[in-house]
């Protein structure tokens, strides 16, 4: 007997057992047999929702992508971020904004393999220009600033900006004598200011805002900084 026989076979066993069952029943009865084949063809289809998905956003246009670490005290999930700056943005249906905030970078070892997963993809996505900026702390900012390459914030804001954030920007001085501004103090962005967490003294960590060298969309990381504080 081959495949297509022993289907027919079952069907016609299967309609003979539900014909004389009510709705109510036959619902019953699928489900309590064949449970297992309905969750599996649940899960393929998510499974195969998911991958469309994922084809048909790596076909867009990514506008700006940036990365969240260290966000000990969820200042800024990037989700919802990421679906709030895009509404402000006339985005066609072929763009998107990409925000990231599960990277964490651990200086006191104790979760490496994590810490060198995040340390690999921020330098990958630094070295192939991909990465438009991090939002960091204050101890991570002091573990790059020296041997991470990083944009001059005086260089790349217009002079609107720079004049109305010169408050908020980081200088380093490096090996050579030379001082640029590597970074940005977000306490005054809408992300802090005015949520309760820049008066919490849980909150131990101050956070920072750079552009990696080759930033490559700086008009977009000119438009985030203008909505992230209101300018």
């Known amino acids: 007997m081959n495949l297509r026989e022993r289907f027919t076979r079952w069907k016609a066993a299967e309609g003979a057992k539900l014909?004389?069952?009510?709705?109510?029943?036959?619902?019953?009865?699928?489900?309590?047999y064949y449970r297992f084949w309905l969750m599996g063809l649940v899960l393929l289809l998510a499974v195969g929702f998911y991958i469309g998905d994922a084809v048909v956003q790596s076909q867009k246009e990514i506008l700006l992508q940036g990365f969240f670490t260290n966000d000990e005290y969820n200042l800024f999930p990037a989700e919802n971020i990421?679906?709030?700056?895009?509404?402000?943005?006339a985005l066609t249906r072929r763009q998107r904004i990409v925000f990231d905030d599960a990277l964490y970078i651990d200086l006191g070892g104790d979760a490496s393999d994590y810490t060198s997963a995040s340390n690999g993809k921020l330098i990958a996505y630094t070295l192939t220009h991909e990465l438009d900026f991090v939002v960091t702390s204050d101890e991570v900012l002091e573990y790059y600033k020296d041997t991470f390459p990083m944009e001059d914030l005086e260089a790349l804001l217009p002079?609107?900006?720079?004049?109305?954030?010169?408050?908020?920007?980081?200088f380093n001085t490096d090996a050579d004598g030379k001082t640029t501004a590597i970074a940005l103090d977000m306490?005054?962005?809408r992300f802090v200011a005015g949520t309760g967490a820049d008066a919490d003294p849980n909150v131990q960590h101050t956070y920072y805002f750079f552009v990696p060298a080759g930033a490559p969309h700086p008009e977009q990381i000119v438009q985030f900084l203008r909505y992230s504080f209101g300018l």
């Open 19 to 32: 014909r004389p069952m009510s709705p109510r029943q036959r619902a019953g009865y699928i489900l309590h």
């Open 82 to 89: 990421q679906k709030d700056y895009a509404a402000t943005q």
């Open 187 to 189: 306490t005054q962005s």
């Open 159 to 170: 002079a609107d900006l720079r004049e109305a954030l010169a408050d908020q920007l980081f």
